[in-house]
């Protein structure tokens, strides 16, 4: 505890908060904020340790924000950077850190608190931190606070003069953050890694595998921070800095920045990017022309992705632009064909694929595309044709169909177990032709065995889009586990670590809510592409490549303790 009588200093923080008298209080505290950056006060860090950890709990309070913080943090921020003997006497090299810090955090949610950031020079002071003036971490803390004063309008505005600067160091960090991290910490010996560094991520609590686990996470956050910077931007800006982003390579890029397992939830990474970038005109044009973003949107959208919603958002948007249509229905309509009996957005996606069907139908245009072609065929016909068809048959005509559709699939699955494995998909697709639509239950199990079939003849495509189809009809709620594991086979065939480990780790979800054992294989899946998919093993290759990792499996000690 802090006492004001045996305090020898004539201005200090805390004798000046246990002031019983508010007008004082805050004079004192104005007094205190303008003359900290020209002083060279040890207990600097303490101070703004405990200005961080108030900023924390009272984020909306606006009485350090109206006393002059936000000035004082940025000239501390200066200082470390231009005056390196001052940032490496004494624990100075904490201060630009927890500065960027407090800046950010008073800038979360009040606008005018934000404003006032702005008025103080604090965006310029920032951009410094974020082009590694000092290191990583104090660039985590600039892009945090960056984005939190991004997301205020009266803020953009006053940035559009760093708005280029902005976006070039966003999209460079978003690029290579992971492989920075990587090299200067990660792969780091423990004696060899800054102290600082060590102390700021584990806060004195815990061991090598502690700073492991926050350097991964943070590295992360940095990359999420500059995507979500370029997202304000996409989103607020104009065309001249949406050409910048929407660079081909830098797309391409963008379909791997899917951030961490732990984080994934909370944000979606580059796919956040790509949907605001489909808000334009630009952004679908130049997403329309490259093929690996049009893919990996199919596949995300397919998934068990907490994004997937967000990747059939920017296929709908895609299909409805007459100016992009042409060019991204052939990649996409099959797979967009097999999401139509979705609960929420089913009827969204068949008007989407069917809204020139008449066209094709009767002639008047090709696509270039059989598959395409006949994707839309299949989805006139069950969404259109046959609810038709089925809504005039009488119940006599739907139960012999669905006797038929019962001896079909028993049929077929008495030719899977004898090994004939094309004749099974036969069975189980004429099934399915005469099955009602209205029997779900019916149609899962027929989808899901074909998917099944599939998988034995290496069809990976073939089974994931029926394992889709089976998981449409389950509905979120309550996926069919059986479809859920074996399109996450299906995924590891094609080679789609994510994709498999979202569907796996469902699937294990799904088992754990009904008290039933995880089984091995899945388990072994699941730890498979979680090593697969580590936002960290590009680096390592990368690492690898260039002889300066004798091994992967150095630095993945901390993640093979957690699992």
Not at 359 to 370: C, F, V
Request: hydrophobic residues 40%; contains cysteine.
């Amino acid at each position: 505890m802090h006492s004001a009588a045996e305090c020898q200093k004539a201005l200090c923080f805390f004798c000046i908060m246990n002031h019983p008298d508010p007008l004082v209080r805050r004079s004192q505290a104005s007094h205190f904020f303008q003359q900290m950056p020209l002083t060279g006060d040890k207990d600097h860090v303490l101070v703004l340790s405990s200005l961080r950890n108030i900023a924390i709990a009272q984020p909306d309070d606006p009485e350090f924000p109206s006393l002059g913080i936000f000035t004082s943090m940025t000239r501390l921020i200066q200082k470390g950077i231009h005056h390196k003997q001052w940032l490496l006497k004494d624990q100075n090299i904490y201060i630009p850190y927890y500065a960027a810090h407090i800046i950010g955090t008073y800038a979360t949610s009040n606008p005018q608190s934000a404003a006032k950031a702005a008025e103080s020079g604090a965006i310029p002071a920032l951009l410094e931190l974020l082009r590694g003036k000092i290191s990583w971490v104090e660039q985590r803390a600039a892009a945090g606070a960056l984005c939190h004063l991004a997301s205020h309008d009266v803020v953009f505005r006053a940035t559009m003069s760093e708005t280029e600067d902005i976006v070039e160091l966003a999209m460079e960090i978003a690029s290579s953050c992971l492989g920075t991290v990587y090299r200067q910490f990660l792969a780091t010996e423990e004696r060899n890694r800054l102290k600082y560094h060590c102390e700021l991520l584990t806060r004195g609590l815990g061991g090598v595998e502690t700073e492991n686990k926050k350097a991964e996470e943070w590295g992360v956050q940095l990359q999420e921070w500059c995507l979500y910077l370029l997202t304000c931007f996409a989103g607020k800006g104009s065309g001249r800095f949406l050409d910048r982003i929407c660079e081909l390579e830098f797309l391409t890029e963008l379909c791997g920045m899917r951030g961490g397992i732990e984080s994934c939830k909370d944000s979606p990474g580059g796919l956040g990017l790509i949907r605001e970038l489909c808000n334009s005109e630009i952004g679908r044009d130049r997403i329309s022309n490259r093929r690996e973003v049009l893919e990996n949107l199919c596949d995300v959208a397919r998934s068990s992705d907490y994004w997937h919603e967000t990747a059939i958002e920017c296929l709908v948007l895609l299909l409805k632009d007459p100016g992009t249509r042409n060019r991204v229905i052939g990649f996409s309509a099959a797979a967009m064909a097999q999401l139509v009996e979705l609960r929420r957005t089913g009827e969204t996606i068949t008007r989407a694929l069917l809204q020139d069907y008449h066209r094709i139908k009767y002639g008047e245009m090709r696509l270039g595309s059989a598959e395409a072609e006949k994707a839309l065929e299949e989805t006139w016909e069950l969404k259109v044709e046959r609810k038709k068809k089925e809504k005039v048959m009488n119940t006599e005509e739907l139960k012999q169909r669905e006797l038929m559709a019962g001896l079909l699939k028993r049929e077929g699955n008495e030719s899977f177990w004898r090994g004939e494995v094309e004749k099974a998909v036969s069975e189980y697709s004429k099934a399915l032709e005469v099955c009602p639509l209205k029997l779900r239950r019916e149609r899962i199990v027929l989808y899901s065995n074909r998917a099944q079939c599939c998988l034995v003849m290496k069809e990976a495509e073939l089974a994931i889009g029926d394992a889709t189809r089976a998981m449409c009809l389950s509905g979120g709620s309550r996926p069919h586990r059986k479809s859920l594991w074996r399109r996450a086979q299906a995924f590891d065939m094609k080679g789609l670590g994510r994709e498999s480990l979202m569907d796996g780790l469902r699937f294990v979800e799904v088992r754990r809510r009904k008290d039933v054992e995880i089984p091995c294989f899945a388990a072994r899946l699941v730890q498979k592409q979680m090593h697969a998919t580590w936002p960290f093993a590009a680096a390592v290759k990368s690492e690898v490549a260039a002889g300066k990792c004798k091994k992967v499996e150095c630095l993945d000690h901390s993640r093979r303790s957690e699992e």
